[in-house]
Nanobody, 129 residues
Framework: QVQLVESGGGSVQAGGSLRLSCEAS?????????MGWYRQAPGEEREGVGT???????TYADSMKGRFTISKDNAKNTLALQMNSLTPEDTAMYYC??????????????????????WGQGTQVTVSS
């Protein structure tokens, strides 16, 4: 069973930085996955931060470009999110997600159904002004 565990969240002042990590376990050896970072603020819908597919291609939501950087350590099955120049609007619960491919990841995000992949439990990021 795939498990995702996020870490690295916390409280930071505006302009600061945080680095989130997502460690995946229970993966099938030899299979490449698509992973992504998402966030959800109170009262808001979950929104995408960025994804990395099995080829290593990374895409970001337009509003995240330039400040957020996704990286992946395949040897450690770890996905990272480096966040710089944080603003109070970045305050949210940040989630890691994993699926077999981009199509499955999109379905996972839309339906939240474990049929399409896995979510981590989330890590809270709070940015104060």
């Amino acid at each position: 069973q795939v498990q995702l565990v996020e870490s690295g969240g916390g409280s930071v002042q505006a302009g600061g930085s945080l680095r989130l990590s997502c460690e995946a376990s229970g993966l099938i050896y030899g299979i490449s996955y698509c992973m992504g970072w998402y966030r959800q603020a109170p009262g808001e819908e979950r929104e995408g931060v960025g994804t990395i597919d099995s080829t290593g291609r990374i895409t970001y939501a337009d509003s995240m470009k330039g400040r957020f950087t996704i990286s992946k350590d395949n040897a450690k099955n770890t996905l990272a999110l480096q966040m710089n120049s944080l603003t109070p609007e970045d305050t949210a619960m940040y989630y890691c997600a994993l699926a077999l491919d981009r199509g499955a990841l999109a379905l996972l995000v839309r339906t939240l159904s474990p049929e399409f992949g896995s979510w981590g439990q989330g890590t809270q990021v709070t940015v104060s002004s």
